[in-house]
């Protein structure tokens, strides 16, 4: 049953004064408040190691809320549901402090003691967190308690495997929700229902029609304050083994037999389970790896990577990842899923190409007409949609064909933009629904597709950079495809209104 108000909870948010939380979570809060969607028996502690008042945090939240533009009227009376918690959660002696403001708290808001504890701070201390809240008793609750854990989720699969042993000694699986805000996205939760709700697609989606499939995500942005973080991770980590693969997984996926979280990801982990493993040795057939030297983006000059403030100026790490996936199943044998993702591209976007096998044969080339293939273009973001390419008569006294596409934007329908994706989590955790999360199979079948593509890069040094600011990355991109025939669409040529 699908509730409609979310249920009396307090929040405790770890990393109240960080940047995820002022630029996504209070701005999400504030809207799910101001659609009456959160209940009024609802309050956050937030919690930093440095020292505010209340009064000073609810400012604090005030501003993120304005600076996002979010509509006023509400804003006051919804700061007053947020309290303040000086806590070092490294240091053991002040979580008593913090569970007798939760106790109050919980009894104040007639919260029945349900619990949700958002970790948004740096991964380093997520185990220590969870052991800790067992510890000094925030667990030991009557209400629901769930824990909100960002990513990254571990640095290889051994980290992850550590990670996920500590926080389990203190939460069951089902009381984990592991963020991937790709999940939350409005396009990319449409997957499933453009697969599986269309009679037009579903016959089609495999590999006696689809000759392959090409997912981009670019961004514009270089590594901007989050150097430090990106030399440890790269491109490979910090959007491959998390978002890219989630989107594979719902592209490749069989039907459930239910739409439920269970069904979903166990779904979603079968195809992850299928992927095809890549050895060491043969990284380099299906893998390339990029980093951005200087280049013009929007007209400026913008600095190489190794130029960026806290990194290494001779680092190894790439900012841009290529790869040719392969899933050893019935469906999908033979057909390749080319992702790339990186940072300092030509544009911010995210789509999905689905390209269709050519027919048998071509009836109208006597009259100088090549066909194009088909495709199903899914437009994640800037813009959501759907856009289907196909080929028709060209009007008047001829057989000649010609391109046409079919579209459909999410703008034409909704008229207003569509939630925020952490906006859409943050309902789902509040909610108790972790379909959109990643389970732990998940997150573990994805490091081991993962970690022999960088060992073997952290073994060799790269010739970077290797490609300029403001492109689609390195020439060995392009050439990935050509060695199997087939090329990249030109992305920025495919959105909905050109
Ligand atoms: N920012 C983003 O866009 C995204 C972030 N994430 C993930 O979200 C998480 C948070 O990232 P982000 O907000 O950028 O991080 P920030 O570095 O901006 O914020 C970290 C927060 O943690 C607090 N903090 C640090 N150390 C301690 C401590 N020992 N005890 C208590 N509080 C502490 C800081 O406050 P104080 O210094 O006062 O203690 C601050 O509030 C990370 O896991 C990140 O990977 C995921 C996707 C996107
Ligand atoms: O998780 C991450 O995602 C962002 C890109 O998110 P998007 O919603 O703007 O597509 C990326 O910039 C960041 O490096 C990564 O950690």
Same mark, same amino acid.
């Given at each position: 049953m699908i509730q409609t108000n979310t249920p009396a909870t307090l929040v405790l948010l @770890? #990393?109240?004064?960080g940047d995820l939380a002022k630029r996504k979570l209070y701005p999400s809060l504030y809207n799910l408040y101001e659609k009456g969607?959160?209940?009024?028996?609802f309050a956050v502690i937030g919690i930093a190691r440095r020292r505010l008042t209340h009064e000073q945090y609810r400012n604090w939240v005030k501003d993120s809320v304005e600076t996002f533009g979010m509509?006023?009227?509400k804003i006051g009376k919804f700061i007053r549901h947020f309290y303040f918690q000086s806590h070092d959660?490294?240091?053991?002696?002040s979580y008593r402090e913090l569970k007798g403001l939760a106790d109050e708290l919980d009894e104040k808001y007639a919260a029945n003691g349900n619990r949700i504890f958002y970790l948004?701070?740096?991964?380093?201390?997520f185990g220590t967190v969870a052991e800790s809240l067992k510890e000094y008793g925030?667990?030991?609750?009557k209400g629901f308690k769930r824990l909100v854990i960002e990513k990254p @989720? #571990?640095?290889?699969l051994s980290s992850a495997v550590e990670l996920n042993e500590r926080i389990r000694s203190a939460f069951s699986e089902k009381e984990i929700y592991r963020i991937d805000?790709?999940?939350?996205k409005e396009m990319v939760q449409n997957i499933e229902v453009i697969r599986f709700a269309n009679a037009i697609f579903e016959p089609l989606w495999n590999n006696r029609y689809i000759s392959n499939i090409q997912i981009t995500s670019g961004e514009t942005l270089g590594v901007e304050e989050r150097g430090r973080y990106y030399e440890k991770n790269g491109a490979l980590r910090d959007m491959v083994q998390n978002h890219m693969l989630q989107i594979v997984s719902l592209l490749a996926?069989?039907?459930?037999?239910?739409?439920?979280t269970d069904e979903i990801r166990s779904e979603k982990v079968k195809v992850l389970r299928a992927l095809h493993p890549i050895e060491k040795k043969d990284v380099h057939k299906y893998f390339v790896r990029g980093q951005y030297g200087r280049g013009i983006i929007g007209g400026k000059e913008v600095p190489a990577y190794r130029e960026e403030?806290?990194?290494?100026?001779n680092s190894n790490t790439e900012t841009f990842v290529a790869g040719k996936l392969m899933i050893d199943n019935f469906r999908w044998a033979g057909v390749p899923f080319y992702i790339r993702t990186g940072k300092r591209m030509q544009a911010k976007t995210l789509k999905i190409v689905v390209q269709f096998k050519d027919i048998p044969?071509?009836?109208?080339?006597?009259?100088?007409s090549s066909l194009n293939p088909n495709l199903l273009v899914i437009h994640i973001q800037p813009e959501e949609g759907i856009t289907l390419h196909l080929n028709v008569k060209k009007s008047g006294r001829t057989m000649e064909t010609t391109p046409v596409k079919l579209n459909f934007s999410n703008k034409n329908v909704d008229g207003i933009n569509t939630p925020e994706a952490y906006e859409k989590l943050l309902y789902d955790i509040l909610r108790g629904d972790a379909t959109n999360f990643t389970h732990w199979d998940e997150v573990a079948y994805s490091w081991n597709f993962v970690d022999p593509i960088s060992e073997a890069w952290a073994e060799e040094k790269a010739d970077f950079p290797n490609y300029a600011a403001g492109?689609?990355?390195?020439k060995a991109a392009d050439e990935l495809l050509q060695r199997d025939g087939?090329?990249?669409?030109?992305i920025t040529n495919l959105n909905i209104d050109d």
């Open positions: @770890f #990393g109240a004064t969607i959160l209940s009024e028996q509509p006023q009227e959660v490294t240091d053991e002696n948004a701070m740096s991964p380093e201390f925030f667990t030991d609750t @989720f #571990g640095w290889d805000h790709y999940l939350g996926m069989e039907p459930p037999i239910r739409l439920t403030p806290m990194v290494d100026p044969m071509n009836l109208y080339y006597r009259n100088g492109t689609f990355g390195p087939f090329f990249w669409w030109p």
